[in-house]
């Protein structure tokens, strides 16, 4: 199962968080050893699994992030991590559409990205 079909999985998990069917869970505690994400579950714990997708979608976004990156043009400045216009801009999230809308839409964007 490729990253983005595994972001779509516990997408749509999310939307049901409370009321899991076993096998839901049973790929829930799989994701859990596959990206090494430490998850204890408690009995009668109503929020544990659904705490455990959204820890599960961060890792796999991360995933995204690294390969999506490999070909980008541009870098954040000195590592920054910074929102700007409602957009989380690091060197994790940077990609040419990223860019090229800051350089569209933010004048100040030379403070935080250039050109590799």
């Known amino acids: 199962m ?3 079909e595994i972001y779509d999985n516990l ?24 990206f090494d994400i ?3 579950e408690r009995e009668n ?3 544990c699994f659904a705490n455990q997708i959204n820890f599960l979608m961060d890792a796999v976004k ?16 000195d590592n920054m991590d910074v929102t700007i216009m ?3 801009v690091n060197n994790n999230t940077i990609t040419n559409e990223l860019a090229h809308f ?15």
């Open 2 to 4: 490729g990253n983005q």
């Open 11 to 34: 997408k749509a998990l999310q939307n049901r968080a409370f009321s899991l069917s076993n096998n839901d869970k049973k790929l829930i505690r799989s994701l859990s050893k596959e």
């Open 38 to 40: 430490e998850f204890v």
């Open 45 to 47: 714990c109503k929020h």
């Open 62 to 77: 991360v995933h995204f992030d690294v390969i999506e990156n490999l070909n980008c043009d541009y870098v954040v400045i």
């Open 86 to 88: 409602g957009k989380r």
């Open 102 to 116: 800051l350089i569209n839409n933010f004048r100040h964007h030379q403070k935080y990205i250039r050109l590799k």
